[in-house]
């Protein structure tokens, strides 16, 4: 099956530094990607609908300047914590979609990046 | 928008029991998947089913569109299944923003 790749899987920083983690679909082009959040024992919380080449959509209540998405290719999203503060632990994940041939519009996730911030 | 239910909600057992987990959706759907996600929080793509019946080794899953639900059915059950199942639908009318349940819980203890 196609893959997706997250990087960093764990990164712990300081208050007020910004992270950046990067998705990438390895071996399929995906024309939109999506950033969730996971809280502890919680499902999945849509944050942004990254489409390549234009800006990301943000579902309601998340801050789009500090959370920055950017699809710079068809196989790359990347998105950056800014001025991060401790409320912003979490994982994070991403998914990119492929749309197969009778096989509808399929995601497929990242490992996940846990973010903890001292 | 599109309400997914799912249940149980928490589930423990023992090795080798079978399961079946249960999907509910408000609407019609031209997309379900069934997820899995490990300890480590790795999602894994279970199945893709809007409609009909698939099987992967033992697990297997059927999705009744016109009742709007869809059924997951782990068979001899090991540790290695626990983790959390998640349902995510796609609704009808041209949606590409998945709608994800709340997930069922499992423990496979040995």
């Known amino acids: 099956g196609a893959v997706v790749s997250q990087h960093p899987s764990r990164v712990i920083c300081k208050s007020g530094t910004s992270v950046k983690i990067e998705c990438r679909s390895l071996d399929f082009q995906a024309t939109t990607m999506f950033w969730y959040r996971q809280f502890p024992k919680k499902s999945l919380m849509l944050m942004a609908t990254s489409n390549e080449g234009s800006k990301a959509t943000y579902e309601q209540g998340v801050e789009k300047d500090k959370f920055l998405i950017n699809h710079a290719s068809l196989t790359l999203s990347t998105l950056t914590v800014t001025s991060a503060h401790p409320e912003d632990s979490s994982f994070y994940i991403c998914?990119?979609?492929?749309?197969?041939?009778?096989?509808?519009?399929?995601?497929?996730f990242g490992p996940g990046t846990r973010l903890t911030v001292l | 928008g599109i309400q997914v239910e799912q249940s149980p909600p928490d589930l423990i057992l023992q090795e080798g029991a079978n399961s079946t987990l249960r999907c509910n959706f408000s609407?019609?759907?031209?997309?379900l998947q069934w997820f899995h996600q490990n300890p480590w929080g790795q999602l894994i793509n279970l199945f893709y089913?809007?409609?009909g019946t698939k099987q992967n080794g033992r697990l297997s899953a059927t999705t009744v569109a016109t009742e709007r639900y869809s059924l997951l059915y782990i068979s001899s059950s090991q540790t290695t299944d626990s983790g959390v199942y998640f349902c995510a639908v796609l609704a009808s009318g041209g949606s590409y923003i998945p709608t994800f349940g709340r997930g069922t819980s499992l423990i496979v203890h040995p």
């Open positions: 089913i809007p409609s």
């Open positions: 998914s990119a979609r492929e749309q197969l041939a009778g096989e509808g519009n399929t995601q497929y």
């Open positions: 609407d019609s759907v031209n997309n």
